[in-house]
């Protein structure tokens, strides 16, 4: 290969449309694994499957490691190889990410770059929209890893270990182009209120919860239901101000909705758990059950529901993870998890969806139903899974369900399900370490 802008163009015929490269250390090999840097944050990086708990080893004396399989492949200039046992192994002790499984089942990988523990190698990395990891390793001597550890030009972004790199063609970077869109949608002015269909079919929308549908249709955002970036890798969050010169928040930010992944919520089904920890609708809303409350680390039992939020399987004194299988739990007075959120799912939420975040502040009007949206724009980058366990720990991050059950005494009662973590609007630095509010004009 004769440059790194022809790598690129080589990786991007494979469908990448990200692009990242490494230094290799000499611990960086086929026996020691590769470093991918401290915390977790290589995982909004690095696409993965589904978090789980590897105990085979148990039996020979070694703990359990909790891994994610990558879809990963060598390329060159005649193709593409699977390199079938490549994945993600996650070290919470110190904690940091490494990645393992690069050469074996795979005849055509670098094998002789890998194994070796000479200074000056580089893994170069291709991200594609579905997830597959491209991947090409040189040698110290080769020209691309020359040419890398010279480059000082402004088309490459070094975020912990591993160095972004733009192509020529596309030095505007995604944040580039989202600033842009939103300054469009900011001097428009006010907005009819509306949602954009999967059909890609704008229609009116008249409910109070319309500023984030307005904004994401004005965007091409289509309501989602997986965990996922909205737009470009950036989730993009709006929240009601009462002008736009204070942008004051009327209320707590909405992080993420994640459903429980277990306790009694899971084991009985959702109406069984509003009949034993829900209460009667309080405005007197006849054959209603409701789940509501605010929960915080270290809060009493809450006096309607008998249920407290703790946190299973963190330390906050060193700010580490010590069990994985650790969770975010709401128990009773007598011990029972009345519902569960486990470490692995959450972290694959936050860490996907999370990476980068927008905040956008809205006004609102009616009627008709409209929304305009302000020119001072939060940009948050590089998060961890550690600084949102930190937030819950310390009580910034709340547990805030509403969760309701109509007809309740009925053959067929109908359930509203909504578990909300929340955090006030002031708090939303804390969870990432490089944040910017951007004026638009």
């Known amino acids: 290969m004769e440059s790194i802008n022809s790598l690129l163009q080589l990786m991007e015929s494979h469908g990448a449309i990200r692009f990242y490269a490494k230094k290799l250390a000499p611990n960086d090999n086929s026996k020691n694994q590769f470093y991918l840097g401290g915390g977790f944050s290589a995982l909004h990086t690095i696409p993965h499957g589904s978090l789980y708990v590897d105990d085979s080893n148990i039996a020979k004396g070694k703990t359990s490691r909790t891994k994610a399989d990558v879809t990963f492949y060598w390329v060159d200039k005649n193709g593409r190889y699977l390199a079938p046992n490549a994945q993600l192994i996650l070290y919470p002790e110190y904690p940091e990410v490494r990645m393992s499984g690069l050469l074996k089942g795979c005849h055509h990988a670098p094998s002789n770059v890998i194994a ?51 192509p020529p063609d596309k030095k505007q970077n995604t944040r580039v182009l989202l600033l842009e869109a939103l300054k469009e949608i900011c001097e428009k002015n006010w907005i009819a209120s509306q949602k954009l269909g999967k059909d890609g079919v704008i229609t009116p929308y008249s409910a109070r919860n319309g500023g984030g549908y307005t904004l994401e249709a004005e965007l091409g955002i289509s309501p989602n239901g997986y965990s996922e970036p909205d737009y470009l890798g950036w989730e993009i969050k709006q929240y009601g101000v009462n002008d736009f010169r204070s942008f ?8 993420m909705t994640p459903e429980p992944t277990g306790g009694f919520y899971c084991d009985n089904g959702v109406p069984d758990f509003l009949r034993r920890f829900g209460y009667p609708d309080k405005s007197g809303k006849v054959d209603r059950i409701n789940f509501g409350g605010i929960y915080t680390i270290g809060r009493a039992y809450h006096a309607d529901t008998g249920l407290r939020l703790i946190l299973d399987g963190y330390d ?126």
């Open 248 to 255: 004051k928040p009327k209320s707590p930010v909405t992080l």
């Open 116 to 166: 070796s523990r000479d200074e000056g190698r580089t893994l170069f990395l291709g991200i594609t929209p579905n997830g597959d990891v491209l991947g090409y390793a040189a040698t110290p001597d080769d020209p691309l890893s020359k040419e890398l550890y010279a480059l000082t030009n402004n088309n490459i972004n070094v975020s912990s270990v591993l160095i972004e790199l733009f």
């Open 316 to 441: 906050q004194q060193s700010g580490k993870i010590t069990d994985m299988a650790g969770c975010i739990c709401l128990e009773t007075q007598a011990g029972e998890i009345a519902a569960s959120w486990g470490f692995n799912s959450i972290l694959e939420h936050w860490n996907r969806k999370h990476a980068q975040a927008a905040y956008i502040p809205a006004l609102f009007q009616t009627p008709p139903p409209e929304y305009a949206f302000g020119c001072q724009v939060l940009l948050c980058e590089e998060t961890d899974f550690l600084l949102f366990l930190k937030a819950i720990a310390n009580g910034t991050i709340s547990y805030d369900p509403a969760i309701k059950m109509e007809k309740a005494s009925s053959p067929k009662p109908v359930t509203k399900r909504r578990s909300q973590f929340r955090i006030k609007h002031d708090n939303l630095t804390s969870l990432y370490y490089k944040n910017e509010t951007v004026e638009l004009k």
